[in-house]
């Protein structure tokens, strides 16, 4: 027989997204979905209006392939309104097909085969895959938790890095630190002190900083974000990743972008251009709309979400498991220590299948599946509706008798 045509090694050193994975089996198991982050309540009305009038109004060809001129103009006004940092739409901006396609296509345009890039873990599934696509040599420093579970904790002290951990991780390899704040999975929001401290290392050894600033928006308890570009000595060494699909719930839109200084900008248009091309037109019209929208939208939005949380941490504690209270975005990790679950994995396929509430677990944040961190969490995402949040919590009410059944 003939050899077989063989896989990239680089495909080879990753598994396909378990969130989607998991999405899967809750529809498969007719499961509620807490598991992938995307909201289950409607985009705001004139946000999609705008969005059929630019069909309507026949923009439905290509946009310049670096982004529509109202869209970047919009990214770079509001950016420059929120962080006091100067942004030029022409040279600065580079909208692409989501923040995740902006994620890849900066490391592509940075990343070579050797370098290094530091990643915080737990971290968000793609960046490790992103990191090897790109060629780079991941190298991990640990976020590690505090239990706290009180409304009155602390808004950024729930997880924490040792500075000694992370000095150790930079040498004359590190092309770049990827940080992520608002935080997923575990929700931590980056203190100014914090990101002093990455800065001074991105100083020291010449790093890139590429920002995931995603959820921005969407903070708890006195917590504020603070833009790792608007810091001395960054503006010229950051990328800044942020999108439309979080903060105004239209993930499936996929429009996101980067926002760096002119010559790597130059490099990300070209790698973006060849990937995507361009991200969809009629949306990128209703995405300079929908950042136009006053400040009062996101005042709204943290407050909705600050209720979806407590009542999530509520009911995840009286079902039994313990929460790691989150300062931003819209994700709870647990630790499933008080069941009798070999490990996450057998943890999340009791919940899909047997309580019908699907999950993500731990495992997939950390390099290492076996890591003992990961096998004790789970991470439930909280951007539903009351009603889907209310039948997770009746059908999760049963889990300690389910689960000291099937034990």
């Known amino acids: 027989m003939a050899p077989r045509p063989r896989v990239s090694e680089k495909a080879g050193r990753f598994t396909e997204s378990v969130i989607r994975e998991m999405t899967r089996l809750a529809m498969q198991h007719g499961a509620i979905n807490l598991a992938q982050g995307f909201p289950d309540f409607p985009a705001p009305a004139e946000i999609k209006e705008a969005a059929r009038a630019a069909i309507a109004g026949d923009v439905n060809q290509y946009a310049i392939t670096w982004g529509a001129r109202d869209l970047r103009e919009a990214i770079a006004l509001q950016f420059t309104a929120r962080h006091g940092v100067p942004v030029d739409p022409e040279r600065d901006v580079t909208v692409c097909c989501g923040s995740t396609e902006a994620m890849i296509s900066s490391m592509l345009a940075v990343v070579d085969p050797g370098d290094e890039v530091v990643i915080f873990e737990p971290f968000y599934e793609n960046y490790g895959p992103d990191a090897i696509l790109s060629g780079a040599r991941p190298r991990f420093v640990r976020l590690r938790p505090a239990m706290s579970t009180g409304s009155d904790s602390g808004a950024s002290g729930a997880w924490s890095f040792d500075p000694a951990e992370l000095a150790g991780a930079f040498n004359e390899r590190t092309r770049a630190i990827i940080v992520n704040t608002p935080n997923n999975p575990t929700g ?77 900008a130059g490099a990300i248009r070209k790698v973006h251009d060849f990937l995507t091309v361009g991200a969809a037109a009629p949306l990128q019209a209703a995405g300079a709309t929908a950042l136009r929208v006053l400040e009062a939208y996101y005042q709204r939005l943290a ?29 709870i990790m647990t630790d499933i220590s008080n069941f009798k679950f070999a490990d996450d994995l057998e943890c999340a396929r009791f919940l899909v299948k047997k309580v019908g509430v699907a999950v993500v677990p731990g495992s997939s944040f950390y390099q290492d599946p076996a890591d003992p961190d990961g096998r004790r969490q789970v991470r439930f995402a909280f951007c539903k509706t009351r009603t889907t949040l209310e039948g997770a919590a009746s059908r999760l009410a049963r889990l300690p008798e389910l689960a000291a059944r099937a034990g």
């Open 303 to 331: 407050g909705n979400y600050r209720e979806r949380r407590d009542f999530a941490v509520e009911f995840l504690e009286r079902a039994g498991f313990r929460c790691f209270r989150p300062a931003g975005a819209y994700y």
């Open 188 to 264: 931590k929001v980056f203190t100014r002190e914090e990101l002093g401290i990455i800065r001074d290392l991105c100083v020291r050894w010449n790093t890139l900083a590429i920002t995931d600033e995603i959820y921005e928006h969407i903070l708890y308890d006195g917590a504020r974000h603070v833009a790792l570009a608007s810091l001395e000595g960054m503006r010229e060494r950051t990328i800044t990743i942020n999108g439309l699909s979080k903060t105004y719930s239209v993930t499936g839109w996929r429009v996101g972008w980067a926002v760096a200084p002119p010559d790597i």
